[in-house]
């Protein structure tokens, strides 16, 4: 079974160009590393610790990162930005630390989850002060329409994991349900950071519907990603319990279009190694085999290119390129499954 990397961008196999585009970035980048650190350090000393844990996780920093490249593509990166930026990672670090709860997952990037090291109740409510600061913090733009969005986008985040636990198990889960999920879910947070860099630069209102597009679409084609790693992945490599989508019921791209496809004898048996948690290896085969995985990716990389047009409006610069350029290294990524 082929393996999926994980984009990470301290990662060794990570593509150039996405490094390229982080390096755009590094000095604020490096600011917003510094000022999330620094949120722990507001809350109460009982639980500065567990806000640190849960911040200091080295991850990614994509949505940061989207939110600078954002800025930058728009007229400039300014201190406005650094706290979106900031906020835009709590939210996104609030959401993992509920995700793990609800999947029962006891790694996140080689490291024990929250709930692994503390138990569900305390990272319920580590969660909670989490999402709470956020909010507050974004309560400081003097552009109310900014702490909306920012609400509004945390608001979206919360209900697709309402509605998505609510389906796990749903066999006759449309594709078109499953896209309205990983939108609010996933794509919400991405959007937000995209267009509010925009915005905080008072872009044209079309400007700034472009960068909103071009989130939405680069967020549902990683949560795309990120499905087929779960299929396809390897946990010393992604850093996460994997296999857990399966395992829980919920019901990823690859599957959905796996049952869609199968005949009904096959269909059914899928089903029921699913609902019993029996056969799963064989499940994740026959997604391969079937060539549902590769119609997935193939559904993602349509995206990827959608996501390029969109920030065309935008004037050539290497910002523009940074956001191009993560988009194609991306679909570069996904293509090796073809």
């Known amino acids: 079974m082929k393996q999926l990397p994980r984009p990470d961008q301290n990662a060794k196999n990570i593509p150039k160009e996405i490094k390229a585009a982080f390096e755009l970035i590094s000095e604020p980048l490096a600011n917003v590393e510094e000022r999330i650190r620094a949120q722990a350090r507001t809350f109460d000393p009982a639980v500065e610790d567990y806000v640190a844990y ?11 990162a989207l939110t600078l490249l954002s800025a930058g593509a728009t007229g400039g990166i300014n201190a406005s930005h650094i706290d979106l930026a900031v906020i835009m990672e709590l939210i996104h670090a609030a959401t993992l630390v509920h995700d793990d709860i609800i999947d029962g997952a006891d790694l996140r990037r080689n490291q024990p989850t929250a709930n692994a090291k503390w138990g569900n109740t ?50 006759d889960l449309k594709v078109t349900d499953y896209f309205k999920i990983i939108e609010m879910k996933t794509a919400s947070l991405f959007a937000a950071a995209t ?32 499905d087929c790693l779960d299929i396809a992945g390897e946990e010393s490599k992604a850093g996460k319990s994997l296999g857990s989508d399966l395992g829980k019921g919920k019901l990823t791209l690859p599957v959905l279009l796996l049952l ?56 050539p610069t290497p910002f523009r390129s940074g956001l191009q350029d993560l988009c194609k290294s991306m679909d570069r990524l996904l293509k090796q499954f073809e």
């Open 54 to 64: 849960a911040c200091e996780s080295n991850g990614k920093r994509l949505r940061p």
């Open 122 to 171: 305390i990272s319920v409510l580590l969660g909670d002060c989490m999402f709470a600061h956020a909010l507050q913090l974004s309560t400081q733009f003097k552009n109310g329409e900014i702490a909306r969005r920012i609400a509004s986008a945390t608001s979206e985040v919360c209900a697709g994991e309402i509605i998505q636990t609510q389906r796990r198990f749903e066999f």
């Open 260 to 315: 869609r496809d199968a005949s009904k004898t096959e269909s059914t048996r899928w089903t029921r190694a699913i609902l019993s948690g029996q056969e799963l290896e064989a499940v994740i085969e026959a997604t391969i085999s079937s060539g549902a995985l590769a119609s997935a990716i193939a559904t993602a990389s349509n995206l990827l290119r959608e996501a390029i047009d969109a920030v065309e409006i935008v004037p």
């Open 195 to 226: 267009e509010l860099g925009a915005m905080l630069n008072e872009s044209t209102p079309e400007t700034t519907a472009a960068l909103h597009a071009y989130g939405l679409k680069l967020g549902t084609a990683y949560q795309i990603y990120d």
